[in-house]
């Protein structure tokens, strides 16, 4: 598991790896779980994905014990291993919400979209009832997860465990994603109040810092929690993902206008037949890349404010910003 | 908050004020929540209900509270009032929990029923796709308020919230509450393997056993922990609570053949009309009424083990058996 001197997309081969390795063992199974309600949760959350948000769970842990200036004094011995094993049940968590999320949002009462990462949606496959179901297992499995305390855990280990659950259910609930989408939801829905001709950048912003900024900068929170990070290391790497969510986002925007369905994976140029507000729709696609470009630099300032140098966490940055799916 | 001496009805209606008082309390509002999911969600989870299953959890640990021989040596200074305060988290998490299966299955794309509480369900007031969210919501939010530490708690308080939401969250998904519910809607999709044909009791016990009886069991069992119960402790009340469920819902199924619509707040008729397997259809109403009577035995029973004599945890269970809605 040595990967500091990975190149970047080796590094994010072998932690996609090692999450799917991950994904894959902790799901429930038979007998404990029905046949039909498991085969449907590993239809989602196996079937692909760029793993965006788990790695960055991963780096921000391996970031935080790369550096010792950063941790809590009783963690001076961690290495970059604890550190993944410390981040992995929150990573795994996540990458169930996220995929939960999806699902939901695939549906024909939402988003009505039939392909994802590349394949037919849940409730093509498994019908709509079944895919709302495989979504609430998915939601209520992260946290299972999440609180299944590992024999031995001391009570500092305890604390953030309990920690990291309260800021991904937080991130995830109406004051973050639920409540983003429910935002969106009701722009999308003619002469309900909020059109999206009442959208101007700051409730574009508004809404997406809930709709996906707040699970990706609890991605990155999470995994600096759990490797023993001190408050101003996990503020920094907030700031950080915080822009890096923004980032993320309108590069998701331009690619929907400019990317290609079968890279991809998902229905290209939705947003914008659907007329719902989008960055290139509101500044244009030239603005939008300069807005990307300044979100990058912001959260690279950020980690610079408590020395973290070049890294996985800057790897991350450039590579939202560049990508292509 | 006297209530030792109380007659039960009078109990329950003071710990159904509780409840009510804290779940109005602990849901978020705005600005921090966006109106419109926030609304959904209060529209469902404050329009009345039972709560029975946060009744279970504040009895269960008052219960523990009142026996200083099921509790742990550290916990002997325990009042009544301590256990309640400490199982409220865990009493309101369960009913939203409880609120949001409700929403989930009252969807077109499930049950597609109207009528809930005595009020029209989510969907026909705010839309599929916000009833969706509205669940999510307030499942995101259960958990959030279980992991919001007061300040203060020590390791022990801390590992006792930790047990408490791992035995939530196991219930309420896929080998708990979610697996039940894809059970039974697979069983009510005609050539899908599993009709209502193939049910026979055993296999009508464990859908049962998922659907409803894994949630009722961790309110009770969630309740003890916070009370610091020991471990035989834990146990006797969870086989309590598994002869609970079963009686619970042999009752819900006698109810929906004799119940009266506006009495029951939701459709009656609704399974037998809809060919659902059901303890009337496979075992006549006699031998039903038999049956919920043996599991009402067996719960008292269980609690008789460890000493705990008549209580609340008694009258909950005569009152399951002797209920009318």
Known sequence: MTTESMPF??????????????????????????????????????????????ILTLAAAEEIAAHEWLRRPSD????????????????????????????????PAM???????????????????????????????????????????GPAVLERRMRTIAVIAEAAGPVGMVGGQAIDLEAARPGQGVGPSTFDLESLRRMH??????????????????????????????????????????????????GDTSELGKTAGKDAAAGKPTYPALVGLDRSRELA????????????????GTGRLHDIASWVVSRTN
Chains 1, 2 share one sequence.
């Open 209 to 258: 810092s809930c709709k996906t900024g707040a699970l990706i900068r609890a991605s990155a929170v999470a995994g600096a929690i759990m490797a023993g990070a001190l408050p101003r290391a996990v503020d920094a790497v907030s700031d950080y993902a915080v822009q890096l969510g923004l980032a993320f986002q309108i590069v998701d925007d331009i690619l929907d206008v400019e």
């Open 293 to 308: 470009r300044e979100a990058h630099d912001a959260a690279v300032a950020a980690l610079a404010q408590v020395g973290i």
């Open 111 to 153: 988003d009505n979209d039939s392909l994802r990462r590349g394949r037919p949606t849940s409730h093509v496959v498994h019908g709509e009832g079944m895919a709302i179901l495989a979504g609430d297992g998915l939601l209520s499995e992260a946290f299972s997860l999440l609180a299944r305390v590992p024999e031995g855990d």
């Open 9 to 54: 997309a080796e590094y994010v081969r072998a932690r996609r790896a090692l999450v799917d390795e991950h994904l894959e063992r902790w799901l429930p199974a038979p007998p404990a779980c029905p046949a039909v309600i498991g085969g449907a949760m590993r239809y989602s959350l196996l079937g692909g994905g760029k793993r965006f948000r788990p």
């Open 76 to 107: 001076q011995g961690l290495t970059l291993d604890d550190a993944v094993r410390f981040a992995m049940p929150a990573a795994c968590a996540i990458e169930m919400i996220h995929t939960y999320s999806l699902v939901h949002d695939d549906l």
